[in-house]
């Protein structure tokens, strides 16, 4: 597979607190990686060198399979989590000022914001200071700054803090168009409803280390335990037959709508294979809902890390 | 990566200029600068104008002809006139007082019994005045007695100054350190507001940065050090700016209000408390050595001064304004920078006070030279004790080069602790820094 960016067995301490601990990740081209973990996990550290604002202590990292240099700064985009504007400068200006710092021309930024403000109606900001725009207003100013060079390599970290849900659609909308015109984004975040949607590889970091890496759906598989959820129009006593599945599978719960005789529970299968508990059922019942839960990102998310720290 | 440092340097500089406060302040300035001016020399005016008069009774033989009218004193004689009558008027004229001088035999006996009414307690200035004249006419009285005569004792009365030369045989002059200190001393107090007002800038330039939380999507486009050295540059220049616009248009209007209001600016130096005071003020008495002074002015090696000015001025500069934005890095608000600012506002005070004081009386004693050669201090020190030259009579050419040597130095030293202070704490929230925490962040 063709990776925007390799991380090898990168470490980074600051004075004898570690931030990050032989971190090694393999991020996919033309994919949203989500970079997952608690609050002062590493994550921002680790963004942080890919921005080459800090420096690891050792090991490597190659953005297109060449090692980190200075002059890969105009191919990645940067939204921090702990962002701002110049309050009294004017919109216009400050995007100018912003994209020029990345090594735009002056008329090529002219010409890329004025596509982006039609883009998101904001059209008439030019001329407007910061201070004069809403938090929400002012966000989406940032969000334009940071897309605007075009990187090949885009990095938000925790990107809809900040923003009403409208305007968090809007931008979650700009996003996977972004990622399906061929950018690699890199999504930092602790909240995990966003990565469903979005993201199609994870990496787990807790307490400065790397606890689990690769594509969710894998992960997701590999994380579900077999338990599925049933419900049953029964023909008989559906007490009784609750007592005779009980002999054969493992119930975790069940509950027993007595008018409609309906019967509905949770069971935990030794495998996957679910014949045998499909032909028990089928022989007196009519079968309405029988479907597996798969874990969601956030209970693997917090069984991995409690796993983790039991483990120690 | 130069072109990056050029759009540093301009934002800061347009985003200093187009303050709405430093605009005001760059008009207002020389308005209140030459405003006091104006006041204090009108004021001094007013002070001068007001001529006393005094009336004279006098009933004697003596001092018919000794009270010229001066500066402070006219004098209105009532000798037609009665005691009482000679009271009742000056009073009612509103006139300072009367000087009254009875009938006698002789001048000692006239002067005893003489009298000045006056309403309240006379000014000092006006008895010490009237006193000189019978002190006068007592002395040549009591000489004349002796058998001295008037030419004689006028002889007798030439004062005396003692002849002053260097060792290599050069008239040397009463005041002239004083007066080339005191332009060295202009030159380097100039240094010192400089770095004061706009090392502050720096520093709130960097915490508006922090504030307003857009450091780090900057300085995921610029290095760190390339943001600082943008920032000292572009304040600077606006420093430049408003320091240009404030001489030209201080001037102008100094002109303009000389030009208006007639107002002798010469009787300011007369009464400024300043210490170069002393010089000034010897230097108008004696006319007849102006030619001597303004060639001594004329000889202070002005471009050595301007040049030495200049790389005093840039490396002080750095100095000081990267200290200052370490320290802006360090805290969160403005309000948290006191306990910092303070051990750098110390050495620039002492360097002026030790200027002041130690240069002044000797130039190129130990305090001037330490002081001179000290890195954090040499950018004043050394100006004030440049304007005697380089060389023999002035300072060693190796103190010059040494100081200028540790300047840079301390300069390279300064900047590279700075920058990395600059770069941690520009990343750092809520935290209000110890001395300790800044020096573990040189290790990071």
Same mark, same amino acid.
């Given at each position: 597979?063709?990776?925007?960016?390799?991380?090898?067995?990168?470490?980074?301490?600051?004075?004898?607190?570690?931030?990050?601990?032989?971190?090694?990740?393999?991020?996919?081209?033309?994919?949203?990686?989500?970079?997952?973990?608690?609050?002062?996990?590493?994550?921002?550290?680790?963004?942080?060198?890919?921005?080459?604002?800090?420096?690891?202590?050792?090991?490597?990292?190659?953005?297109?399979?060449?090692?980190?240099?200075?002059?890969?700064?105009?191919?990645?985009?940067?939204?921090?989590?702990?962002?701002?504007?110049?309050?009294?400068?004017?919109?216009?200006?400050?995007?100018?000022?912003?994209?020029?710092?990345?090594?735009?021309?002056?008329?090529?930024?002219?010409?890329?914001?004025?596509?982006?403000?039609?883009?998101?109606?904001?059209?008439?900001?030019?001329?407007?200071?910061?201070?004069?725009?809403?938090?929400?207003?002012?966000?989406?100013?940032?969000?334009?700054?940071?897309?605007?060079?075009?990187?090949?390599?885009?990095?938000?970290?925790?990107?809809?803090?900040?923003?009403?849900?409208?305007?968090?659609?809007?931008?979650?909308?700009?996003?996977?168009?972004?990622?399906?015109?061929?950018?690699?984004?890199?999504?930092?975040?602790?909240?995990?409803?966003?990565?469903?949607?979005?993201?199609?590889?994870?990496?787990?970091?807790?307490?400065?280390?790397?606890?689990?890496?690769?594509?969710?759906?894998?992960?997701?598989?590999?994380?579900?335990?077999?338990?599925?959820?049933?419900?049953?129009?029964?023909?008989?006593?559906?007490?009784?037959?609750?007592?005779?599945?009980?002999?054969?599978?493992?119930?975790?719960?069940?509950?027993?709508?007595?008018?409609?005789?309906?019967?509905?529970?949770?069971?935990?299968?030794?495998?996957?294979?679910?014949?045998?508990?499909?032909?028990?059922?089928?022989?007196?019942?009519?079968?309405?809902?029988?479907?597996?839960?798969?874990?969601?990102?956030?209970?693997?998310?917090?069984?991995?890390?409690?796993?983790?720290?039991?483990?120690? | 990566?130069?072109?990056?440092? *050029?759009? /540093?340097?301009?934002?800061?500089? @347009? %985003? #200093? $200029?187009?303050?709405?406060?430093?605009? &005001?302040? !760059? +008009? =207002?300035?020389?308005?209140?600068?030459? *405003?006091? /001016?104006?006041?204090?020399?009108? @004021? %001094? #005016? $007013?002070?001068?104008?007001?001529?006393? &008069?005094? !009336? +004279? =009774?006098?009933?004697?033989?003596?001092?018919?002809?000794?009270?010229?009218?001066?500066?402070?004193?006219?004098?209105?004689?009532?000798?037609?006139?009665?005691?009482?009558?000679?009271?009742?008027?000056?009073?009612?004229?509103?006139?300072?007082?009367?000087?009254?001088?009875?009938?006698?035999?002789?001048?000692?006996?006239?002067?005893?019994?003489?009298?000045?009414?006056?309403?309240?307690?006379?000014?000092?200035?006006?008895?010490?005045?009237?006193?000189?004249?019978?002190?006068?006419?007592?002395?040549?009285?009591?000489?004349?007695?002796?058998?001295?005569?008037?030419?004689?004792?006028?002889?007798?009365?030439?004062?005396?100054?003692?002849?002053?030369?260097?060792?290599?045989?050069?008239?040397?002059?009463?005041?002239?350190?004083?007066?080339?200190?005191?332009?060295?001393?202009?030159?380097?107090?100039?240094?010192?507001?400089?770095?004061?007002?706009?090392?502050?800038?720096?520093?709130?330039?960097?915490?508006?940065?922090?504030?307003?939380?857009?450091?780090?999507?900057?300085?995921?486009?610029?290095?760190?050090?390339?943001?600082?050295?943008?920032?000292?540059?572009?304040?600077?220049?606006?420093?430049?700016?408003?320091?240009?616009?404030?001489?030209?248009?201080?001037?102008?209007?100094?002109?303009?209000?000389?030009?208006?209001?007639?107002?002798?600016?010469?009787?300011?130096?007369?009464?400024?408390?300043?210490?170069?005071?002393?010089?000034?003020?010897?230097?108008?008495?004696?006319?007849?050595?102006?030619?001597?002074?303004?060639?001594?002015?004329?000889?202070?090696?002005?471009?050595?001064?301007?040049?030495?000015?200049?790389?005093?001025?840039?490396?002080?500069?750095?100095?000081?304004?990267?200290?200052?934005?370490?320290?802006?890095?360090?805290?969160?608000?403005?309000?948290?920078?006191?306990?910092?600012?303070?051990?750098?506002?110390?050495?620039?005070?002492?360097?002026?006070?030790?200027?002041?004081?130690?240069?002044?009386?000797?130039?190129?004693?130990?305090?001037?030279?330490?002081?001179?050669?000290?890195?954090?201090?040499?950018?004043?020190?050394?100006?004030?004790?440049?304007?005697?030259?380089?060389?023999?009579?002035?300072?060693?050419?190796?103190?010059?080069?040494?100081?200028?040597?540790?300047?840079?130095?301390?300069?390279?030293?300064?900047?590279?602790?700075?920058?990395?202070?600059?770069?941690?704490?520009?990343?750092?929230?809520?935290?209000?820094?110890?001395?300790?925490?800044?020096?573990?962040?040189?290790?990071?």
């Amino acid at each position: 597979m063709d990776y925007i960016l390799v991380a090898k067995n990168v470490t980074k301490t600051y004075g004898d607190h570690t931030a990050l601990s032989n971190i090694s990740l393999q991020i996919p081209k033309n994919c949203i990686y989500g970079l997952l973990g608690p609050n002062g996990a590493g994550k921002t550290s680790f963004i942080r060198i890919i921005n080459q604002i800090a420096h690891q202590d050792s090991g490597e990292i190659l953005l297109n399979g060449e090692p980190l240099a200075p002059k890969h700064i105009a191919s990645i985009g940067y939204l921090p989590e702990e962002r701002g504007l110049y309050k009294s400068m004017k919109v216009g200006e400050q995007a100018l000022y912003l994209a020029q710092l990345k090594g735009l021309s002056k008329n090529e930024a002219k010409e890329k914001l004025k596509y982006w403000f039609d883009r998101l109606n904001i059209g008439d900001w030019w001329d407007k200071k910061i201070q004069e725009l809403s938090k929400g207003m002012a966000q989406k100013i940032q969000f334009i700054v940071t897309v605007l060079h075009e990187p090949k390599l885009l990095i938000f970290d925790e990107p809809f803090s900040g923003f009403d849900p409208i305007n968090a659609n809007i931008i979650k909308d700009e996003i996977l168009q972004l990622k399906e015109n061929g950018t690699s984004i890199i999504f930092s975040t602790h909240r995990m409803e966003s990565v469903e949607e979005l993201c199609e590889y994870i990496a787990l970091i807790h307490k400065s280390e790397k606890i689990l890496d690769g594509k969710l759906s894998d992960i997701k598989k590999a994380y579900k335990n077999n338990i599925f959820n049933v419900g049953v129009q029964v023909q008989k006593d559906a007490r009784d037959f609750l007592k005779s599945l009980e002999d054969k599978f493992n119930i975790l719960s069940s509950e027993i709508d007595p008018i409609e005789n309906q019967l509905n529970f949770r069971v935990q299968l030794t495998s996957s294979h679910t014949g045998d508990i499909l032909t028990e059922l089928s022989k007196v019942a009519n079968i309405n809902r029988f479907e597996e839960t798969i874990p969601s990102a956030n209970d693997i998310f917090i069984q991995t890390v409690n796993n983790k720290d039991n483990g120690k | 990566m130069a072109s990056k440092l *050029g759009l /540093i340097i301009k934002r800061e500089y @347009l %985003a #200093k $200029v187009r303050n709405r406060s430093f605009i &005001v302040m !760059t +008009i =207002l300035s020389p308005l209140l600068m030459v *405003g006091m /001016i104006v006041l204090i020399a009108f @004021l %001094a #005016k $007013v002070n001068d104008d007001e001529t006393r &008069v005094v !009336t +004279i =009774l006098n009933q004697s033989a003596f001092f018919r002809s000794d009270f010229y009218p001066s500066k402070n004193i006219s004098y209105v004689h009532m000798d037609d006139l009665s005691l009482e009558m000679a009271k009742d008027s000056t009073n009612s004229l509103e006139y300072y007082g009367l000087l009254y001088i009875p009938e006698g035999k002789t001048v000692e006996e006239v002067s005893r019994s003489a009298y000045l009414f006056t309403k309240d307690n006379p000014s000092t200035s006006v008895t010490r005045e009237l006193e000189d004249v019978f002190q006068n006419q007592l002395r040549q009285d009591r000489l004349q007695k002796l058998g001295v005569t008037s030419e004689q004792f006028s002889t007798v009365e030439k004062p005396f100054e003692i002849n002053l030369s260097t060792f290599d045989g050069e008239k040397s002059m009463r005041g002239i350190n004083e007066i080339k200190a005191f332009i060295g001393g202009g030159f380097g107090y100039a240094i010192m507001m400089f770095i004061i007002i706009y090392g502050g800038f720096v520093m709130r330039s960097v915490i508006e940065e922090k504030t307003s939380r857009i450091i780090e999507v900057i300085i995921s486009s610029v290095k760190p050090f390339q943001l600082m050295l943008g920032k000292i540059i572009g304040n600077s220049l606006a420093g430049i700016t408003q320091f240009s616009i404030w001489i030209i248009s201080a001037s102008a209007l100094l002109f303009m209000a000389v030009l208006i209001f007639g107002i002798d600016l010469t009787a300011l130096s007369n009464d400024g408390a300043a210490p170069g005071a002393v010089g000034m003020s010897q230097l108008g008495g004696m006319d007849s050595d102006m030619v001597m002074y303004a060639k001594e002015i004329y000889d202070i090696p002005w471009g050595l001064l301007i040049v030495s000015f200049f790389i005093y001025f840039v490396l002080g500069y750095l100095i000081y304004s990267s200290i200052y934005a370490a320290i802006g890095a360090a805290v969160d608000n403005e309000t948290d920078t006191q306990q910092f600012i303070f051990p750098i506002i110390l050495p620039l005070m002492l360097a002026i006070y030790v200027g002041f004081f130690s240069v002044f009386s000797n130039p190129h004693g130990p305090i001037a030279v330490g002081f001179s050669l000290f890195p954090l201090t040499s950018p004043i020190v050394m100006l004030m004790r440049l304007p005697g030259g380089i060389g023999e009579g002035g300072v060693p050419l190796w103190q010059f080069l040494l100081s200028v040597f540790l300047l840079i130095v301390t300069f390279l030293g300064i900047v590279s602790l700075a920058a990395k202070i600059y770069r941690t704490g520009i990343l750092m929230y809520g935290k209000k820094p110890t001395y300790k925490e800044l020096i573990k962040w040189l290790r990071y």
